[in-house]
């Protein structure tokens, strides 16, 4: 496609909260020690709620503005909660943190989100939304009745939670090293 960019709408992470959460994410990744296990940067720990991907130049202030109209009827009040993964061709793939939502606010944002974007006829990413913050990836090969065994044994001693501060639209750049994201706009949350 000529020019786009690849973009996606998430919750950050505060960046207190992202130090709490690294000690997590380094346990998680030292109980499971493989070297098929590559941890994403802590900087680009967001919580996901639409790829968009491919995107022209001239689209991203209309996503912009159906960012701002998006309705947001209560706090996102959010709780990391146990780890899982997502199977990618037949292999687990992605590792990740649940993340458990007090009043369902995200749900909903999620959910006005994507009437927004299929009104602006916007092609985006159709597969069941699961609240979760990927923190790292698994090359192929990994077995996954050992990394169920695995996470099934981890337990977290503190409750991680947090308030999402804003919603952001991203630009995110592949890059040998990892993706790098950097944020085009910013919705603060009151």
């Known amino acids: 496609m000529k020019n786009t960019i690849r973009t996606f709408i998430a919750v950050p992470v505060p ?14 990744c030292k109980k499971i020690n493989s070297p098929l296990i590559k941890k994403i940067k802590p900087d680009n ?23 701002n109209e ?3 009827s209560a706090p996102l009040n959010l709780t990391i909660a146990k ?8 292999e687990p793939a992605v590792l990740w943190l649940g993340i458990d939502d007090e009043f369902n606010t995200l749900i909903e944002v ?24 990927t923190i790292a990836y698994i090359k192929p090969g990994f077995n996954e009745e ?15 939670q947090f308030n999402a501060e804003e919603i952001n639209l991203y630009k995110s750049t592949l890059l040998p090293a990892g993706a790098d994201h950097e944020i085009i706009f910013s919705r603060k949350l009151k």
């Open 45 to 67: 720990l967001h919580l996901t709620l639409q790829f968009i991907g491919d995107t022209l130049p001239e689209t991203i202030p209309v996503i912009i503005k159906l960012l």
């Open 83 to 90: 780890p899982g993964y997502f199977i990618k061709r037949k």
């Open 146 to 160: 050992n990394l169920k065994s695995e996470l099934h044994e981890l337990i977290f001693a503190d409750k991680i």
């Open 110 to 133: 999620y959910q006005n989100l994507q009437i927004k974007l299929k009104t602006a006829k916007l092609n985006i990413d159709s597969k069941k939304f699961k609240p979760h913050l």
């Open 15 to 28: 960046k207190n909260v992202k130090l709490n959460l690294l000690n997590v994410i380094n346990s998680t």
């Open 70 to 72: 998006v309705k947001i």
